[in-house]
Structures are given as C-alpha cells and as structure tokens.
C-alpha cells in the first residue's frame, strides 16, 4: 500500500520456517501528459520519449524525471509523481529560466 501513490495491492504468500519469500509486485501505470513552448526533445528517466506534445504516455506510478531539450533554449529538467487515479500534466517553457 501506497497513499500517497493511491495504490493497494494484495497477494497471498506461503511463507516457510528458516526460508526467505521473495515478492515481486508489478506498479501499475500511469497516466503523463508533456508539452514545451516552443516544441522540446523529451526523455523519461533517461529513455527517448520523443518530441513535445505528448500525450497519454503510460508510465509506472511514483516518481519520474522528464528532461527537455531544445537546441536553441537549451535544457530543463522536471521531477514529477505520477499516481494510478489521475492524469499527472507537466508543461515547461523553455524561452523562461526556470527559477
């Protein structure tokens, strides 16, 4: 159980005496929603994404790094949650430093 992800997932595990039980849990995906003015190169925690505006790109929940790049304005980098019940939005404007 996650809250602040709003994931809850339960599995049943035979657990024996004297053993270790391993676990494996799949996160469900997400919803992210990216864009940039002007239009920007992106990556997603270090993967090509494509070019700006993307839309409905399913992603793990929890956290992500979105870097955008443009050859003129350069590059800014974003940090973003991203839950199991919401569209996570993240839009930058590369012409404005970021503060």
């Known amino acids: 159980m996650n809250d ?9 595990v035979e657990i024996s005496s004297g053993r270790t039980t391993n676990l494996r849990i799949t996160l469900p995906t997400g919803t992210l ?8 190169d992106v990556t997603i925690d270090g993967k090509a994404a ?10 793990p929940i929890g956290p992500h790094q979105i870097v955008f790049r443009h050859p003129q304005f350069g ?3 974003r940090a973003v949650v991203v839950t199991s019940e ?11 430093n970021p503060s």
């Not at 929603?33 to 920007?40: D, Q, S, T």
């Open 4 to 12: 602040s992800l709003r994931f809850r997932a339960s599995e049943r």
């Open 75 to 77: 590059e800014q980098t």
């Open 50 to 59: 494509g070019q700006t505006p993307l839309g409905n790109v399913r992603v």
């Open 33 to 40: 929603n990216v864009n940039a003015a002007p239009w920007a």
């Open 86 to 96: 919401s569209r996570t939005r993240v839009a930058v404007d590369l012409r404005v």
